[in-house]
C-alpha cells in the first residue's frame, strides 16, 4: 500500500463546476496535511495546508480532512480553466519520528481539467 | 525577491559522467531537499538537510550524494549517472521544523543516455 494515495485522473469538469479530489494516507498518526498544484513543466506551489479534522476554506478552494478515515479531500469551487493543473497530497509523518518535520510524502497526484 | 535557484535547467548526459546540479536559496531557510519526480510516481525525496553540515538520506538516496557547506547552497552530485536517474528534479527549502510553506525550485529535467 502507498503511504500517500490519489486518483491519478484525468478529473474532467466543466467550467463553473465544483472540482473534487482525494486523497488517503496509510500513517494514521500523521498530523499536516497539504495540497500542491503543479502546472505542467513548473514546480509544485502550496494552495493549503490543514491539520484539524473539519474543513478549511481559503477562497475558492476547501480542504477537508477526516483522520478518522484517513482522508484529506480538496474541493476546487467554480472552476476555471486556469485550475487545470495536477493536484498533489502531501503528508508531515507524526511528530517524534526522526526528522518529522521535514519530510513531506506526496502522493502521484491528481490531473484536474476544466473544460469551458 | 524569495526564490530558490536550480542549475542547470536543462541537462542532457552519458552513462558515468559525474554532475552536479546546484540549489541555492535567499531565504535563510534551515531545511533543504531534494526531490525528484517520475510520471506515475510522484515526487519521492532523495536527500535533506536541517542545516549546515546535517544531511541525512531521503527515500531514495542510492546513486546521490549531496553536501550543506553553506546555508544557501545544497548541491546533488551523481557520481556516476546512469540512465534510470533520468528525470526532473527539484530542490526545495524552508524555514524551521513543522513550517508548512515549502519553496521549490524550477526543476532540472536530467537525461541519462
Known amino acids: 500500500q502507498k503511504e500517500v494515495e490519489q486518483n491519478s485522473g484525468p478529473l474532467s469538469v466543466p467550467e463553473g463546476a465544483i472540482a473534487s479530489l482525494n486523497c488517503t494516507y496509510s500513517d494514521r498518526g500523521s498530523q499536516s496535511f497539504f495540497w500542491y498544484r503543479q502546472y505542467s513543466g513548473k514546480s509544485p506551489e502550496l494552495i493549503m495546508f490543514i491539520y484539524s479534522n473539519g474543513d478549511k476554506e481559503d477562497g475558492r478552494f476547501t480542504a477537508q480532512l477526516n483522520k478518522a478515515s484517513q482522508y484529506v479531500s480538496l474541493l476546487i469551487r467554480d472552476s476555471q480553466p486556469s485550475d487545470s493543473a495536477t493536484y498533489l497530497c502531501a503528508v508531515n509523518p507524526p511528530p517524534g519520528r526522526k526528522a518529522a518535520g521535514n519530510k513531506l510524502t506526496f502522493g502521484g497526484g491528481t490531473r484536474v481539467l476544466v473544460k469551458p | 525577491e524569495a526564490q530558490v535557484t536550480q542549475n542547470p535547467r536543462y541537462l542532457i548526459t552519458v552513462t558515468g559522467k559525474k554532475l552536479t546540479v546546484t540549489c541555492s536559496q535567499n531565504?535563510?531557510?534551515?531545511?533543504m531537499s531534494w526531490y525528484r519526480q517520475d510520471p506515475g510516481l510522484g515526487l519521492r525525496q532523495i536527500y535533506y538537510?536541517?542545516?549546515?553540515?546535517?544531511?541525512d538520506k531521503g527515500d531514495v538516496p542510492e546513486g546521490y550524494k549531496v553536501s550543506r557547506k553553506e546555508k544557501r547552497n545544497f548541491p546533488l552530485i551523481l557520481e556516476s549517472p546512469s540512465p534510470n536517474q533520468t528525470s526532473l528534479y527539484f530542490c526545495?527549502?524552508?524555514?524551521?521544523?513543522?513550517?508548512?510553506?515549502?519553496?521549490f525550485g524550477p526543476g532540472t529535467r536530467l537525461t541519462v543516455t
Open positions: 526545495a527549502s524552508r524555514t524551521g521544523d513543522y513550517s508548512y510553506e515549502q519553496y
Open positions: 531565504m535563510n531557510h534551515e531545511y
Open positions: 538537510s536541517m542545516n549546515v553540515e546535517v544531511t
